[in-house]
């Protein structure tokens, strides 16, 4: 049994990060909190979701005999259910900016959203019929850039009208992003002072646009973001949701370059 | 002879609670204001609309020999024209917030908008090539409820991501509106507390959704609106516009519910 | 050689003004400034543009043995290259409220804008593969009216709803403007003392209402508009940019009225 109490606008702030991604996943509920990691369906990108169980204003959680689910075997203190983000990112949208009462019902398969007197009621979705969630890959990143997330996302902006892929790379003390259209070029360049951390470098890799352009979507309400760059290596990006009761990964793998 | 002065946003508002419901209709100009009352294409929606006479700021009417009409016969004291109120709104959009005159000249079968310098002249549809206007069925609504028009509104639009039926209904002392989806269920509950008016009662009906958001769009700028219940029976939405000096009613024919 | 300095939204409304008409043009860079003459794809609208240097914070011109551009040897003290606007102006809606920097490098054949750490470049157009300047016609205008941008667009905003061709006229001491649908008809009369200026007379011309709203939106952030006129004759619409320091000119041909 979970019942829990959250600002709706925080709410909101979560589901959109990862829904930039996904639109469904398992989401994983425990005593300490939310946490979720899901694929997307082309397998190109994955998010990794956690949110603390203070960053609600009431949180109860209690694993009893009625969850049959077959995750409650190996963990008893965690439950997983199967939810449509998307739908809830509607709801959410249209409920204006009051607390959210958060119930779920494993018995009958519902998670009831409750936004003063209107009730929205989701079936769960069958964890069977949702894509596994994905194992970690063992990744080093050489290089971390923390970044301004508007400065960032107006960049991937400017990039929509010009290509369909970008590059990320570190030269030296200086980051970069750019995109390559048939005639014309972006590039952004941001020397150490200009960013709020930097691990010199020389390295680069580049990604599907498309990816990066709905990620940027997903960020949209953190301060910075932080880039961990490798060579022609995934790009794993983290923030912060929830006034920093929450974290969220965005990973992406690269594209090989053709040239 | 028809000649008005009205304030624009006031024409606006009356003339969007009409298009919320048909493009076209005939409107009856008598001496104590204008009148309307038709149905949508398709039979199942019907406006009706009263403006009176003091809610211009000038008003000039008068029969003449010069007004051949068929209803001119029957009522002496009144004219019948059919108006394209898609069209007169369109226009109404752009010229800001000025003061409208109005002149309707039956010679020429013509209605002269004048906004500023901007003189908008429509010919008047051929009231034969029109729908005729429906009769009022007679109708007991056993219940009123009485609500805010942006919590209704608020409503039907969550209700448009989930289905396409909505159920409006009063169970004891509490209104209610839900919403069914394949996965998922939309409800809003309002204890008689929380409204301005309830008669208490058990009954619902099932309505169109495409028509209720259709509706809950010409109603937005009054404050509240009554809404008229019955046990699978027709919905009836009454509210004012133009200050109180004009009143529009929607009648809605209920669904069967295929359960 | 070129290099200047702008401030991004004075560069934005220049360029706003050239696309309303096309997409992209010759630019003549010389050493009083820029100038740029194009006719649209169905040679039925002209635009002239003219920005003098000190629009600029900062403008460095030099010609230099290496422009080996065939109109160099016409004309020793002016470049000219083929500049795809469109493009432009995307990026420049997204950089902010920033200073542009402007580079051309006539050696590799490319612009490069650059916006705080944002730089975008983009190739030269070969000046053979867009269309020839066109000639100015001699052109006598009999009537001109200086009238408020505003006012003049909106109109147009209106007419798109009833028509697709617009006439522009005078009579009297009046200037109107006139669009008629199948049904209805649109009229915006102003006389003499409405006007900045009017020259009376009694004339008008027909035009394609589209090209009139395509440079209705390029005109957009000027004051006035002087709309010089004749009887079935060219429009031209003159305006300034840049506070003063650069002139734009539309050039339309009418239509043959039907009737």
């Known amino acids: 049994m979970f019942e829990a109490k959250i600002d709706a606008s925080v709410l909101r702030e979560c589901i959109e990060s990862i829904t930039a991604v996904v639109d469904e996943g398992k989401l994983r509920v425990a005593e300490d909190g939310l946490k979720l990691r899901a694929v997307d369906p082309a397998n190109v990108a994955m998010v990794s979701f956690e949110l603390q169980r203070d960053a609600f204003d009431e949180f109860r959680f209690e694993t009893g005999s009625g969850s049959g689910s077959e995750a409650a075997s190996e963990s008893t203190a965690a439950t997983e259910v199967g939810i449509d983000f998307n739908k809830l990112r509607d709801i959410l949208g249209i409920g204006g900016r009051e607390e959210v009462n958060l119930k779920l019902d494993e018995q009958v398969q519902k998670l009831f959203t409750r936004m003063g007197s209107l009730t929205y009621t ?21 290089v971390q850039v923390v970044i301004e997330t508007e400065e960032f996302r107006r960049t991937v902006r400017a990039s929509e009208k010009i290509g369909d892929h970008i590059v990320l790379g570190v030269d030296g003390e200086e980051f970069y992003m750019e995109v390559e259209g048939e005639m014309d070029k972006l590039r952004l360049g941001l020397r150490k002072e200009q960013l709020i951390h930097l691990t010199p470098g020389t390295l680069h890799s580049l990604y599907s646009l498309d990816y990066v352009s709905a990620m940027s979507k997903g960020m949209s309400h953190a301060d910075n973001i932080t880039l961990n760059l490798g060579k022609d290596y995934p790009l794993q990006v983290d923030f912060e949701v929830a006034d920093g009761k929450g974290k969220v990964s965005y990973l992406l793998a690269p594209r090989i370059e053709s040239e």
């Open 122 to 142: 989701i079936s769960l979705l069958d964890p069977s019929s949702l894509r596994k969630e994905p194992k970690v890959p063992e990744l080093e990143f050489p």
